[in-house]
C-alpha cells in the first residue's frame, strides 16, 4: 500500500487533524502556520489527484474495509478533483492573507478559534467534493455550514451575530431539505452510495417516492448555493463577516454547492430524467435570468462595497446557473469555467476590499475618494479583477462570458445572451463607479487614515497579487480550464456513472484508477 494510494483520504484528514491541533496550541500564530501548512498540502494532494484523472480516469477508494455500496467511498473524477483544487488553492492564498487580514477583524484571543473553524470549513467543503456517499455529502455539509456560522459571528460588528443566525436559519433548512431528499432516495432505492443510486433509481419501483426526493434536493441545494430568489442569506453573511472570511466564502462555499447540485441532477438522477421528465431547466432558467440582471442592478444602487460584491455574487451565479441549464456540451463547459474563474476573481475583490478595510477602517463607496493615490496598489488590484469581473478580454471572466454568450447562441436563446451583455454592462456600471471614485475625487475628510501613502501590508498584497496574476494566466491561455470543463461535461452529460458502475470497488484503505 503506497503513499499515493492514501492521497483521497490525506484530502480530509489534514485539515481535520489541523482543527483540533488549533485548540490545543491556543496561540494565534500557531494556529496560522497551522491552517496554513494544512492547506498547502490540502493544493498539493489535490495538484495530484487532478494529474491523476486528467486523461478520464476514475479514483474509487474505499474506506474503513467495507466496499462501496455497503461502505462509503470517495470518488473522484476530473470534474470534483479540479474542484478541490480550486477550494483547497483559495483557502491558501486566503489564509496566507489572513496573516494582518484577521488581526484587525478578530480579537487576538479568539484567533486559535477563528483557525479552527476554518480548518473544519474546509474539511466540509473537501469532503462534499469527494466524497460518494449521498448521506456523507449532507454530513460534510452540515460540518462546513456550522463552521461557516461561527466564522460569520466572529465579524467585528454586531450585526454579524445577527447574520449569522439568518444564514443559520436559512442554511439549517436548506440542510433539512437536502437530508429529507436524500432520506426519500433511500427508501426508493435501499441504497446511499452515488454509483448505486445512479443505477437504481430508473428502477425505482416508487417513482412517486423518487420524484418528491428530486423536489427537496433542488430546493435545499438552491438555497445553499444562493440561487435567486433563495439568496436571501448571502448579502449579509458577505457584508458582516470578517472580509477574510467572505473572500474564503465567497470563492468556495457556493461553487461547492453548485458542484453537488451537477453531481446529484446529472451524475445521480441523470440528465433525461433531471432535464426531461422533470424539466428541472424551466425551473432554474428563469430565476437564473431574473438573478443575474436584477441582482446587478440592486449593486449598482448599493453604498457599502462588500454589500455590492456580495449582489454581484449572486449574479455570477445565475451566469454558472444558466450554462447549467444549456445541458449541452459547451454550456456545461462554460459553467465549469465560470466556477474556477469566478472563484479566483470575486476572492480577489473581497481581498482587495479587505486591505482597504484594513487601512480606512470601512468600505463605504462615496468615501473611497483618494484611495488610488494612498493606496495605489491595492487599487490596481481591484481595477485588474474588477475587469476580470466584466469581461474584458484577456482576463478570466472574459473566457468564462465569451464561451456562455456562444453557448446561448448555439442553442438560439438569443434574448438570453442579449441579458448577459445588458448585464455585464451594468456590471461595468458598479464596477466603474467605484474606480472613478477612488481615483478622480478627492477624500471627504483629511484624516490620518485617509492622507499620506498608507499601502496596505506586503503580506496581504502578495497573496492578492499572486491570485490576479493567476487568473489573469488563466484569461490568456484559457484553453487549459476549458479543456477540462470540456473533459467534464462531456462525462456529466453521460448522465449516470456507468463507467464507474462497471468498475471494481477499491480495497479497503486503498484506491484503484479505472478507464
Not at 456550522?146 to 442554511?171: D, H, K, P, Q
Request: proline share 3%.
Amino acid at each position: 500500500m503506497t503513499f499515493s494510494e492514501q492521497l483521497p483520504a490525506l484530502q480530509i484528514v489534514i485539515p481535520l487533524l489541523g482543527a483540533p491541533l488549533c485548540v490545543l496550541l491556543r496561540h494565534a500564530r500557531g494556529a496560522w502556520l497551522v491552517t496554513l501548512v494544512c492547506n498547502i498540502a490540502c493544493t498539493l494532494v489535490a495538484l495530484a489527484l487532478v494529474a491523476a484523472t486528467r486523461d478520464g480516469e476514475i479514483i474509487r477508494y474505499a474506506l474503513g474495509g467495507w466496499a462501496a455500496p455497503t461502505g462509503i467511498e470517495y470518488y473522484i473524477d476530473i470534474v470534483n478533483a479540479t474542484v478541490l483544487l480550486v477550494v483547497s488553492f483559495i483557502s491558501s492564498v486566503v489564509c496566507l492573507y489572513a496573516w494582518n487580514g484577521a488581526e484587525k477583524e478578530v480579537p487576538l484571543d479568539r484567533h486559535y478559534l477563528f483557525y479552527t473553524g476554518w480548518l473544519l470549513c474546509v474539511t466540509g467543503l473537501l469532503g462534499i467534493v469527494i466524497t460518494g456517499d449521498a448521506f456523507n455529502a449532507f454530513v460534510f455539509l452540515e460540518i462546513s455550514s456550522l463552521a461557516t456560522y461561527l466564522l460569520i459571528s466572529l465579524g467585528r460588528e454586531r450585526n454579524a451575530l445577527t447574520a449569522a443566525f439568518r444564514y443559520l436559519v436559512m442554511g439549517s433548512i436548506g440542510a433539512s431539505f437536502i437530508l429529507i431528499g436524500v432520506g426519500f432516495l433511500y427508501a426508493a432505492t435501499g441504497t446511499l452510495n452515488m454509483v448505486d443510486l445512479s443505477e437504481r433509481i430508473p428502477q425505482a419501483e416508487s417513482t412517486r417516492t423518487v420524484l418528491i426526493a428530486f423536489t427537496f434536493l433542488a430546493i435545499g441545494l438552491m438555497i445553499k448555493a444562493a440561487i435567486f430568489p433563495l439568496h436571501a442569506w448571502l448579502a449579509n453573511a458577505y457584508h458582516y463577516a470578517p472580509v477574510t472570511v467572505t473572500a474564503l466564502l465567497s470563492g468556495t462555499a457556493t461553487k461547492v454547492s453548485l458542484y453537488l447540485l451537477l453531481r446529484f441532477f446529472f451524475n445521480i438522477f441523470g440528465t433525461e430524467y433531471s432535464f426531461g421528465q422533470m424539466l428541472l431547466n424551466y425551473i432554474l432558467l428563469p430565476g437564473a435570468i431574473v438573478g443575474f440582471v436584477v441582482m446587478s442592478a440592486v449593486a449598482i444602487f448599493q453604498t457599502d462595497l462588500r454589500r455590492m460584491l456580495a449582489y454581484s455574487s449572486v449574479a455570477q451565479i445565475g451566469y454558472i446557473v444558466a450554462a447549467i441549464c444549456l445541458v449541452t456540451p459547451l454550456g456545461i463547459s462554460a459553467g465549469i469555467v465560470h466556477i474556477i474563474n469566478h472563484a479566483m476573481i470575486k476572492a480577489a475583490l473581497f481581498m482587495a476590499t479587505g486591505c482597504i478595510i484594513y487601512r480606512l477602517g470601512h468600505a463605504h463607496i462615496q468615501s473611497l475618494g483618494g484611495v488610488a493615490k494612498s493606496m495605489p496598489v491595492t487599487t490596481a488590484a481591484f481595477i485588474v479583477a474588477g475587469l476580470s469581473l466584466i469581461g474584458v478580454p484577456l482576463t478570466a471572466g472574459f473566457v468564462s462570458k465569451f464561451n456562455l454568450i456562444a453557448a446561448m447562441l448555439e442553442k438560439g436563446w438569443w434574448i438570453a445572451a442579449a441579458l448577459i451583455l445588458m448585464s455585464s454592462l451594468m456590471a461595468t456600471i458598479y464596477i466603474g463607479r467605484v474606480v472613478e471614485i477612488m481615483i478622480f475625487r478627492k477624500p471627504r475628510l483629511a484624516t490620518p487614515e485617509s492622507s499620506g501613502t498608507r499601502e496596505a501590508p506586503l503580506m496581504m498584497l502578495l497573496p492578492l497579487w499572486g491570485l490576479i496574476a493567476i487568473s489573469i494566466f488563466f484569461g490568456v491561455f484559457g484553453s487549459e480550464t476549458l479543456s477540462i470543463a470540456a473533459s467534464g461535461a462531456e462525462r456529466l452529460l453521460d448522465g449516470r456513472l456507468i463507467e464507474a458502475v462497471t468498475a471494481t470497488a477499491a480495497q479497503a484503505g486503498s484506491m484503484e484508477v479505472s478507464q
